[in-house]
Nanobody
Framework: QVQVVESGGGLVQPGGSLRLSCVAS????????MRWYRQAPGKERELVAK????????YTADSVKGRFTISRDNAKNTVYLQMNSLGHEDTAAYYC?????????????WGQGTQVTVSS
């Protein structure tokens, strides 16, 4: 069964850092693109960062560029999102997803999310 589980969220002060983890099971993350999204209350879900199975340069949204870094550890089947210099605008539920190739296209699998709250 394909599953991704996020962890590492919490309450952090402005300017602080957090590292989110996304542990995958039921598949190898080397097979697919791994993504981090976030959704703040009342806002649309936003793609934050993406790591490609091809090993190409990762994608990072302009809103977090220079502050957030996505990385993957294929041996641990885990994807990370390192978040630095956090601000109130980063408060959101963060979701990991795996985009895996199938016979008919690409299937995307989502985790339950982890909450990040930036507050003093």
């Amino acid at each position: 069964q394909v599953q991704v589980v996020e962890s590492g969220g919490g309450l952090v002060q402005p300017g602080g850092s957090l590292r989110l983890s996304c542990v995958a099971s039921g598949f190898s993350i080397s097979r697919g693109d791994m993504r981090w999204y976030r959704q703040a209350p009342g806002k649309e879900r936003e793609l934050v960062a993406k790591s490609y199975s091809s090993g190409g340069p990762p994608y990072t949204a302009d809103s977090v560029k220079g502050r957030f870094t996505i990385s993957r550890d294929n041996a641990k089947n885990t994807v990370y999102l390192q978040m630095n210099s956090l601000g109130h605008e980063d408060t959101a539920a963060y979701y990991c997803s795996a985009a895996l190739p199938t016979d008919w296209g690409v299937a995307e699998y989502w985790g339950q999310g982890t909450q990040v709250t930036v507050s003093s």
